[in-house]
């Protein structure tokens, strides 16, 4: 059986654009499966080659990831006014013309989504969408640049001053050679209008965000803030006050208890206050060629079909229950010497392997505290039942398991 | 004029029905104005009181948030045969009888939304099924039971025990008079199946599940696990391997780069991992009535209508640009006596009223690092131009803002 197709036409190509152009050959199985129709890219435009008229008249739905408003406002106002879905993750366009793309999505009765335009993979514009009609959005905080977030967590870790951490940034990919947009602010600004706009409905431009970046910041205000008990983040702030609105962006302590205190390195996050709510977070990487382009293949997917209310059929699958974990084991021993041998040995046999141990001697006794490499629960629930049964441990193992970071 | 009624059933009075009831009152004008449809109770059914043949009769969409899986279960499934959309928070009934109900929505073909059912106002589930198009989800985290994240929580910041940290949750309102299914793992254990389900299209049923409390957890554990720079969290996990898919809940110790470490209290979260997204995670307050009722009417909405991709028309508002902020000032100056009442008496005329204040000696000089109240940022910017001109301020006096929490 094959399904008919669903056109989708890309225009650029660079880092975001031929990463969606993979993960749509990737997943275009799954999808058709999923939607009933087949995705397909019907071609692609670059700044120096194709004709866009052409690739339009071939398309049911455009990918618009050149950026920039000049020439991607005429390229999307046509596609939207000529009856095409777009996609885009450009946020110049909609911090700058975002009533007059609106309109014309409105006017050719067709969608216009954006969610990779604001905070990479963190899906902050659908869960706005979504939670304004059951609540009265009060107030958004984000973190909604991730160079800048990396340059300040490194800064707060190594005490590295501006220049060394912008460096270091640049070095590792996470920010451009001119870091201009970035780090003064204004990449985050237009974020933040678009977030207004959503929260509030209210028409903020670009150039009514009030901005400051990260440039003056010393290696000095972080340690005082430290001292305090705060942590530096840039911070974007969109909130009803005094019948209107206030969309500001800036550097900011943030106590310790504040969702946003914990969110490091190049990840962006964003909260969503409302009475109703209370609040919600959510976070995660925000910039990345292959992230972004995870975002804008969700709403290529939400275009062609409505999210579903019900999950597909379930298949079957086995359930498996023994699998690999991170033991911390924690034992009660006599105080004598060969202890932590023989225990160490008895793991061995089991094929547990003593990532970190801390003992403690008290008096008579000692504890072991042992962090184990990851190792199969049945492997290590034997290993344990025979310590469990040594003379010289005084009580019942104990043992929880580890989690870490997999990436 | 008048939009056409739609008609919602309420099944359950308790604490999560009647703040529905609430709250679909005070957001029906909002949700007519976007919907375009008026949401209505036609009535509410208790275990004492109505009957349930007759509210279907009158309703377009039930809400069921009876609890448990009898009689859900019988409603649940009459409605959904019955051609009405469901809306519930029944962790039990979709643990346990999930396929049964998703066929049953299938058959009607009507909706069946449950966004409620698995973490609090965290959206989980909707981010869940609208990543999986585009992204192939390898393993979820969650942290989906307030009162053990509560508990948990005390315990690492006092030292309190287990009891001790169970008692004060039962009397702050955390923890239920009879805990079990919260401290054993099972209510976290039901929630993970609905998650594997979503995630991995797998029929986990609940008794499929292992899971593990926390009664066990000593404050000891807790301490050492401090020492290793871990933090104790009651973790649901549900991953692919080997084929198949694994789901189990247990007490286990992250590492602080883990994006669940930092969540704390009665907060719930969830963080989605996928090759092409890195991670998601989304957190929020994990329990409560207002915050489960506001789920379950984002769900309502939802079912009213698919989530638009388009923000409504933009409603004119002033862009206000003086805000109260609390502020930060770093001074460097002489260090002679008078200096700080000096300081203090220019940012009082200026209505600037200092929260906490750090003064530094170095030699002829001093550091004065202030956090100060909140205060028009026009004020708190005249009270700085003053200081830059008094003539024992060494250095352009430096100003970063801080944010507080606000609950």
Known sequence: ?????????????????????????????????????RPELSGVLTRSQGDFGDLLERSDLIV?????????????????????????????????????????????????RFEGAVAGVVPAIRVMAETLAAAHIERVHGIVNGTTNYILTQMAATGASYDEALREAQEMGYAEADPTEDVTGKDA?????????????????????????????????????????????????????????AVHVHPAFLYA?????????????VTIESPAITEITLSGPGAGGIQT??????????????????????????????????????????????VLAQVAEILGMQDVSIRSVVQKGLGEEARLVMVMHPVLESKFRAAVDLLSRLDFVREPPRVIRVIEETF
């Open 293 to 338: 382009a995870s975002a804008v293949l969700g709403d290529v997917v939400s275009a062609m079909i409505p999210p579903p209310s019900l999950p597909p059929p379930a298949v079957e699958q086995p359930i498996v229950t023994d699998i690999e974990f991170s033991f911390y084991l924690h034992l009660e021993v006599a105080d004598r010497p060969g």
């Open 64 to 112: 618009e990831l050149i950026g920039g408003t000049d020439p991607a406002r005429d390229y999307v106002l046509r596609a939207l006014e000529g009856g095409r879905h777009v996609v885009t993750a450009n946020k110049q366009l909609l911090s700058q013309h975002g009533e007059e793309v609106f309109d014309a999505a409105r006017r050719g009765g067709v969608q216009l």
């Open 189 to 245: 600004a237009a974020k933040m209008a678009i977030l207004a706009r959503l929260a509030f409905g209210a028409a903020v431009r670009l150039d009514q965000v009030s901005y400051e970046g990260i440039e003056r910041i010393t290696a000095d205000d972080i340690a005082y803030a430290s001292e305090l008990g705060l942590s530096l983040k840039l911070i974007g702030s969109a909130e009803r006050i005094n019948g209107g609105v």
């Open 1 to 37: 059986m094959t399904s008919d197709p669903f056109r989708i036409g890309l225009l650029g190509h660079g880092t975001v654009g031929s990463a969606f152009a993979e993960l749509l050959e990737e997943r275009a199985g799954a999808i058709e499966a999923e939607v009933g129709l």
């Open 257 to 269: 208890d504040h969702p946003l205190a914990s969110v490091n390195g190049a990840f962006n996050a």
